[in-house]
């Protein structure tokens, strides 16, 4: 019964600004660290960036720090991703994931048990 479910994907104009929300449902989203991934046609999933669940520390990708900034709201079950300066190359398809067994973030994709079935994100120049 776990799920996460991603919105507030859309198309948007280099520049402009998007915020994804994360719904979490079927576990407690205190005990599990939180990442947003992305991937592009053609190319393998990458993390975008993470959450805790011990301290609420977090890690982005090079690419991002800066620009975008996630939060999480353990009451409402819900993780965000808020996404300023958006860029052509942010497009891609983002999804969010719970880590498996762990409570703070780092590994890749495969650390990850269960995810969202993603929210796309279109940037044009």
């Known amino acids: 019964q776990v799920q996460l479910v991603e919105s507030g994907g859309g198309l948007v104009q280099a520049g402009g600004s998007l915020t994804l929300s994360c719904a979490a449902s079927g576990f407690t989203l205190d005990y599990y660290a939180i990442g947003w991934f992305l991937q592009a046609p053609g190319l393998e999933r990458e993390g975008v960036s993470c959450i805790s669940a011990t301290d609420g520390s977090t890690w982005y990708t090079d690419s991002v720090k800066g620009r975008f900034l996630i939060s999480r709201d353990n009451a409402n079950s819900t993780v965000y991703l808020q996404m300023n300066s958006l860029k052509p190359e942010d497009t891609a398809v983002y999804y969010c994931?719970?880590?498996?067994?762990?409570?703070?973030?780092?590994?890749?994709?495969?650390?990850?048990?269960?995810w969202g079935r993603g929210t796309q994100v279109s940037v044009s120049s």
């Open positions: 994931a719970r880590r498996l067994l762990f409570k703070v973030c780092g590994g890749g994709p495969a650390d990850y048990d269960y």
